[in-house]
């Protein structure tokens, strides 16, 4: 079924292009893509590959699958995910912010406990954690009082000037507008960080005082 997947090859590595429509299941898009990455295997390995998928039709743990399996199995150094645009009515309001401080900021005190998912059309700060297994998704975006160790995504509908800063920032999965990142197998800092995208990735670094007034 190779409707669903278009490939090219770019200046800097490849462009996979990938319509879940076209698929009944995550499984069946899998092995399309990797059957077909397979058969140029020896002229891949070690090039990056760009995705460009709505990320509303797949799940976390298909997407750490997926990274994992073209890594190891076709020899893909690096792998960027793009969201694809998709018209709907999924936030009200659909008003990308323009920097860090425009926009409703939703305060809660708690933490936010596996299982849980909280959503907001604007900036959220967290006076507690969010636990291992928890979703916290916003606009705006997102300020940790504590640490992060569950999934939160930024800039959710494509403001790439959103950030995600906590005092331990360990997230299962981070995502700002349509770029994602999970957290290094590295031992952990003991520092504030903030994460933000740059030069079109995303990168975290120690919070310094008025670093980050746009």
Do not use: W
């Not at 490939?7 to 319509?19: F, H, M, Q, S, W």
């Not at 059957?35 to 709505?54: E, H, N, P, V």
């Not at 076709?74 to 912010?97: M, Q």
Request: glycine letters at 10%; one cysteine or more; hydrophobic letters at 35%.
């Amino acid at each position: 079924m190779q409707d669903g997947i278009i490939i090219k090859g770019n200046g800097r590595g490849l462009v996979a292009e990938i319509d879940m429509n076209g698929y009944p299941d995550y499984s069946e898009m899998f092995n399309d893509l990797i059957g077909r990455l397979s058969k140029g295997k020896k002229f891949y390995k070690g090039i990056s590959l760009a995705i460009t998928i709505d990320l509303n039709m797949i799940t976390e743990k298909d997407l750490i699958h997926l990274q994992e399996n073209l890594k190891e199995k076709i020899g893909i150094s690096e792998i960027i995910l793009n969201a694809k645009e998709e018209k709907n009515n999924e936030i009200e309001n659909n008003k990308i912010f323009s920097g860090i401080y425009e926009g409703k900021t939703k305060f809660l005190r708690k933490t936010v406990r596996g299982g849980q998912c909280i959503s907001y059309n604007g900036n959220i700060v967290i006076i507690g954690d969010i636990n291992s297994g928890s979703e916290v998704k916003a606009t705006g975006n997102i300020i940790v009082l504590g640490s992060i160790k569950g999934t939160v995504f930024a800039g959710s509908n494509g403001n790439d000037k959103a950030i995600i800063a906590a005092f331990s920032l360990q997230p299962e999965i981070l995502k700002i507008a349509n770029r994602i990142a999970m957290s290094p197998d590295s031992e952990k800092p003991t520092y504030p960080e903030v994460a933000k995208i740059k030069d079109g990735m995303i990168t975290v670094e120690p919070y310094l005082a008025n670093k980050y007034i746009y």
